[in-house]
């Protein structure tokens, strides 16, 4: 079993940023693919960007790609989310997902383990 706990969410204006932290626990991950998704109110929840945990390799959609970076913390078993000049369009829940596969994958269903989510709210 592995456990997701995402903070750092919150308000913001158009513009600004913010940095999301997803601390992992449980069964070794190294193999797994990490990912954040989103889903705002009303829509289905989509992916954001991903990263394989054993070399750090990287995939993006591409609405965040340049304003999105993923990064891993090892030592720390932390999966970071740097959000840059924010739009209110970005305005969702963003989960941590874990996957048990290590390879890029776009659908929340590809993925095993999840976060219980952290709201961003970014306003005009």
């Known amino acids: 079993q592995v456990q997701l706990v995402e903070s750092g969410g919150g308000l913001v204006q158009a513009g600004d940023s913010l940095r999301l932290s997803c601390v992992v626990s449980g069964r070794t991950f190294s193999r797994y693919t990490m990912a954040w998704l989103r889903q705002a109110p009303g829509k289905e929840r989509e992916f954001v960007v991903g990263?394989?945990?054993?070399?750090?390799?990287?995939f993006y959609a591409d609405s965040v790609k340049g304003r999105c970076t993923i990064s891993r913390d090892n030592a720390k078993n932390t999966v970071y989310l740097q959000m840059n000049s924010l739009k209110p369009e970005d305005t969702a829940v963003y989960y941590c997902?874990?996957?048990?596969?290590?390879?890029?994958?776009?659908?929340?269903?590809?993925?095993?383990?999840w976060g219980q989510g952290t709201q961003v709210t970014v306003s005009s």
């Open positions: 990263i394989k945990w054993s070399d750090g390799s990287t």
């Open positions: 997902a874990a996957g048990r596969f290590s390879g890029s994958a776009w659908s929340s269903q590809d993925y095993d383990y």
